[in-house]
């Protein structure tokens, strides 16, 4: 069991990445054809003991779409021509993921506008309601 840390209070298991590796596409020429060099890293979020509730729920949140419906995490490296930096920019991806959902974030204190910026608003949307109006056709009296 080895044990990747991410932050001085998180650690995951190796044994909960599942790495698959398939062919790419993109630049290789031949060799694209015959050498599975891209890395399809799944983590399962929703099960990882390893992560703290808090964190678990940050990280489901902004997986957005590469999260299944069973709470995996699905990562696809593609970019470089070998297997070993695929892999390795796949993991990093993750554990980048991983420290950004630890941040917790800060709760927005509720503000009102000065009087001031309320004037400046109206008189603003005034000066714009004139000009539209000084566009329109010619009364006729």
């Known amino acids: 069991m080895v044990q990747i840390r991410i932050t001085p209070h998180i650690a995951i298991d190796d044994s909960e990445l599942d790495e698959t590796f398939v062919l790419a596409s993109g630049p290789g020429g031949q060799n694209v054809n015959k050498v599975s060099s891209a890395v399809q890293l799944r983590f399962n979020v929703a099960a990882s003991p ?16 590469r999260l299944t419906k069973d709470g995996v ?33 800060r709760k927005r204190i509720a503000t009102k506008p000065s009087r001031s910026a309320k004037e400046k608003r109206l008189q603003r949307k005034k000066k714009h309601a004139e000009l539209k109006r000084s566009r329109g056709k010619p009364v006729e009296h």
């Open 73 to 105: 995490l699905v990562l696809t490296g593609r970019q470089y021509r070998d297997q070993t930096r695929n892999r390795d920019d796949v993991r990093s991806r993750l554990f980048e993921m991983i420290r950004a959902a630890t941040v917790a974030p």
């Open 50 to 65: 390893s992560l703290p509730e808090p964190v678990r729920f940050r990280l489901m949140k902004s997986a957005g779409s």
